[in-house]
T-cell receptor, first 114, second 111 residues
Framework: NAGVMQNPRHLVRRRGQEARLRCSPMKGHSHVYWYRQLPEEGLKFMVYLQKENIIDESGMPKERFSAEFPKEGPSILRIQQVVRGDSAAYFC????????????FGEGSRLTVL | EDKVVQSPLSLVVHEGDTVTLNCSYEVTNFRSLLWYKQEKKAPTFLFMLTSSGIEKKSGRLSSILDKKELFSILNITATQTGDSAVYLCAVEWGGSEKLVFGKGTKLTVNP
């Protein structure tokens, strides 16, 4: 049973470009979470999605960031017009249901903005 | 503002030592506290604690929660080099699906 799969593992972008990060949850999991980890910082919640619905995006910057989890295919975190401050590790996690507490994390996508 | 504070931020020990990692929190409507281990990649789940005073144990690792004093400890006995990692504490509260994480404790176990 494959775990949470994220790709790409590493992504380099120049300022102003777009970054797209993909996450396939564990089989049977319909709840997806995105967290960002800055150097020397803890994981910070960004957004929580279920299939085709954004449930909580309170941790997502209002501009340039968007997320989706379509009926078919992986969840996508999209960052438009990237800036150096977007450089971070972006982790996706999934769970089989709400309020289970335990999240299963992917290995993260490390974004570097030049 | 809800927050989770871990201490120490880093710790270096020798194999065989016992370590205690601390996590204190200020969260309204607390639901659970979780510990994760992160070894340069995916955080992996260790424990979930919801009740005070009940120790959770897995091999050489154990953890306990004090809901009155708002803290938890993670103990690792007879440490091994494979225990070297960042240990993350996170708190979940009612009415929200998100976890609030501390900055982690970086544990280095030297042979």
């Amino acid at each position: 049973n494959a775990g949470v799969m994220q790709n790409p593992r590493h992504l380099v972008r120049r300022r102003g470009q777009e970054a797209r990060l993909r996450c396939s949850p564990m089989k049977g999991h319909s709840h997806v979470y995105w967290y960002r980890q800055l150097p020397e910082e803890g994981l910070k919640f960004m957004v929580y999605l279920q299939k085709e619905n954004i449930i909580d995006e309170s941790g997502m910057p209002k501009e340039r960031f968007s997320a989706e989890f379509p009926k078919e295919g992986p969840s996508i975190l999209r960052i438009q017009q990237v800036v150096r401050g977007d450089s971070a590790a972006y982790f996706c996690a999934s769970s089989p249901a709400r309020n289970t507490g335990e999240l299963f994390f992917g290995e993260g996508s490390r974004l570097t903005v030049l | 503002e809800d927050k989770v504070v871990q201490s120490p931020l880093s710790l270096v020990v020798h194999e065989g030592d016992t370590v205690t990692l601390n996590c204190s929190y200020e969260v309204t409507n607390f639901r659970s506290l979780l510990w994760y281990k992160q070894e340069k990649k995916a955080p992996t789940f260790l424990f979930m604690l919801t009740s005070s005073g009940i120790e959770k144990k897995s091999g050489r690792l154990s953890s306990i929660l004090d809901k009155k004093e708002l803290f938890s400890i993670l103990n690792i006995t007879a440490t091994q080099t494979g225990d070297s990692a960042v240990y993350l504490c996170a708190v979940e509260w009612g009415g929200s699906e998100k976890l609030v994480f501390g900055k982690g404790t970086k544990l280095t176990v030297n042979p």
